[in-house]
């Protein structure tokens, strides 16, 4: 029997604070988590700018993960696990009286964060901190959960691909609760030199603050941003058997390879569009009820410009009325991670009638042309709303979510 899902917990680490609601302040509020590197010496970098992670995440670390099992995992995995026990938490779970058979764990996955950053990594531990199943591994651990356990790979859409396998289990009667999301770092010199080559981050380090403009004329690439979101799944007649408090439905999603080009999106975001339009329509969504889009809005010359043209696409004459915004503009780029972080920052907009803003939006690009919320956060109550995650390789994602009505 086909199963109505809801997410009934979430967790949210980002450069913006160290729980859900720290976060979801400071994005209505409209501000940057973006400044100058910290985490090593950036000066040889041509970008010395990134969205780390606020002083504290060590501590609350410590707190959720025992000493032994912490100096098994990387900083990356630590946020992973930090930010899951989280959102189990924020769900009321007690998976004592539940079948653990039946709960399961899907983490978006891009790497551990193993590299020149990560301090005392040993002969004894390079191991546990290079396998990139760690992450939903230490999460089973941790509650005994006994049903399927594993993470994906789909670079920056690769959360987002985690959500909707969950979708998929709960969906199809496979899994009663599925832990999904995903964390990321790569903050550090090897990675940022390779973007750099790819003229792909931007290096506007003067004013680290206004350096992410998505859909702004002046944008000069992404900022790297670091984090970790994570979502409780399940059906909704389980959620209610539990009195759970549910903040969103998840009505369906579509996943789509581009097959086009390593680094570039299709032309004219042929491919966006079309993963738009089947998401649409295996959610049973309306274009117009759609009231918001969280866009995956990079601040790159190509993404910035080729998904406009795809929203434009789907939507037609609707689409200078729906409202977009990209929450990059102020958690930068959290590559694995985006895609999960921007589900639940979705899902707290239709819950609380709150729309982000795309902040520094002050050169608008003339040939982009749609409501971007610029600059201030906007209250409107939407009954649907869509998040795009969209990754090298062709790697599309949209995830549709519904306002809860009980």
Known sequence: MSQEVVITGMGLISSLGLSLDENWENLLAGKSGVKQISLFDAASCATKIAAELPPGFDDLSHTFIKKRAAGQMTRVTRMCVTTA?????????????????????????VNTGNSSVETETTLQNTIFKSMTNSMPAWISLEYHLLGPSFSVNTACASSAYAIAFAFEMIKNGQADIVIAGGADS???????????????????NDNPECASKPFSLDRDGFVIGEGAGVVILESKQHALAR????????????????GYNIMAPMKDGEGMAET?????????????????????????????????????????DLAKTIPVSSTKSMTGHTIGAAGAIETIITALSLRDGMLPPTINYNVPDPDLDLDYIPNVARVKDCRAALSNSFGFGG?????VLKKFES
């Open 243 to 258: 009195n759970s408090r549910i903040y969103a439905t998840l009505a369906g999603y579509a996943l789509t390879s581009e």
């Open 276 to 316: 738009m339009e089947r998401a649409l329509k295996n959610a049973n969504i309306q274009k117009e009820e759609v009231g918001y889009i969280n866009a995956h809005g990079t601040s790159t010359e190509l993404n910035d410009r080729y998904e406009t043209m795809a929203i434009r696409k789907v939507f037609g």
């Open 85 to 109: 026990k989280i959102a189990v938490e924020d769900s009321g779970i007690q998976f004592e009286n539940l079948d653990r058979t039946r709960c399961s764990v899907i983490m978006g996955v």
């Open 395 to 399: 790697h599309n994602a949209t995830l």
């Open 186 to 204: 790569i903050i550090n010199a090897e990675e940022i030199n390779g973007f750099n080559a790819l003229y792909a981050l931007s290096v506007a």
